[in-house]
């Protein structure tokens, strides 16, 4: 009872200490958004990538082939795959645009809210009219209205997400034990009889409480002001948020466990946190490095919670589909912190 009661007062004394520092709830809350937002905007009416266009159909099909193979010898880029698969790959932004035949019809999915949709399709029918064998491809005359899909600003939210539960867990944690142990207020505490795990436990759990205003902020600009999909079971939502912010947390615990120089504290954050921003796919795909790095980037921390939040959010997976990158980041949050209990020095 009285270790609980002890736990509990610390976490109220660290909400003291954050509430009396405004230049935090900047940085936590307020700069996220901004960031989101500037963002956003910025590449709002960025240049297109290059297309890409399924037909639909079963793959060895004469016609959906020869379609396919008109579209390729004018420069695009396009594939043969099913019904439901083509949607899929549509609304999860893998391509532009997707074509049925329908007897002597193109009907094409089109979501008016993508400008590169729109762009293939004035493509599409270039070519398809260009040369029209009326015995051969039909014209394109119909269109089947989707719901909104893929844009930029929908893949760069997750990915601020990511990189927001990121650098709290390192700034958040691991160098609030650096500025409490170079402040000699760790040794305080040595003094009570409170457990290096509580203490550990404390700082995760203030950061953890300081995350969910901080998420529903940007899950509320996201969706209702720029209009970002959540396509999932809220509750599978809140697991993955929880399990990424542990595991980032006991990351940043493992860091400031035994530091005692504030500049080396920023300089092991920054090695750890900076290279990630860049290959984990915050503000583009990590696709898009060489196969031979692919190993790499898939075993970084952001890159598994990234990609976790875009399938959950855009693509409307459950935790068992994804489950196995939550085992990676579990796995991660388990032996970090019990590294840290091993590890940590009061002074």
């Known amino acids: 009872m009285y270790r609980l009661l002890a736990f509990k007062e610390f976490v109220y004394l660290r909400f003291k200490v954050l509430f009396r520092e405004p230049e935090v709830i900047f940085w936590v809350v307020i700069f996220p958004l901004i960031l989101a937002v500037g963002l956003a905007v910025a590449f709002w009416n960025r240049k297109p990538d290059p297309l890409a266009v399924d037909i ?39 391509t532009a645009l997707f074509v049925s035949l329908n007897g002597q019809q193109l009907v094409f999915g089109i979501d008016p809210t993508r400008p590169e949709s729109l762009t293939a399709r004035y493509q599409v029918e270039t070519i398809v009219r260009k040369d029209h064998d009326p015995n051969g491809i039909p014209d394109p005359v119909d269109t089947e209205q989707l719901e909104p899909g893929s844009r930029y600003v929908d893949f760069l939210i997750p990915g601020l ?8 867990g390192l700034w958040g944690v691991g160098f609030v034990i650096v500025d409490l142990r170079v402040r000699r207020l760790l040794k305080l505490f040595l003094a009570t009889p409170m457990k290096r795990s509580d203490l550990l436990a ?146």
């Open 161 to 168: 997400m990511g990189m927001n539960l990121l650098s709290g």
């Open 202 to 347: 404390g700082l995760m759990c203030t950061r953890m409480l300081m995350i969910v205003p901080e998420v529903i902020m940007m899950l509320v600009v996201g969706n209702l002001f720029l209009g970002v999909p959540i396509r999932c079971n809220p509750l599978t939502l809140v697991v993955v948020l929880a399990i990424g912010g542990t595991a980032f947390m006991s990351i940043g615990v493992l860091i400031g466990c035994r530091t005692d120089k504030p500049d080396v504290a920023v300089g092991i954050i920054n090695l750890f946190l900076l290279p990630q921003v860049v290959l984990s796919g915050v503000f583009f795909s990590s696709k898009k490095f060489p196969e031979v790095v692919q190993p790499f980037l898939q075993a970084l921390p952001l890159t598994q919670m990234n990609d976790c939040l875009r399938e959950v959010m855009l693509e409307g997976k459950g935790l068992y589909q994804v489950a196995w990158r939550l085992g990676i980041l579990t796995a991660i949050a388990i032996v970090c912190f019990f590294l840290s209990l091993r590890w940590f020095r009061w002074s």
């Open 56 to 94: 639909v159909g079963q793959p060895g099909s004469a016609e959906s082939e020869k379609l396919a193979s008109k579209l390729i010898q004018a420069g695009m880029k396009a594939e043969v795959h099913n019904d439901a698969e083509s949607r899929q790959r549509y609304r999860t932004g893998k």
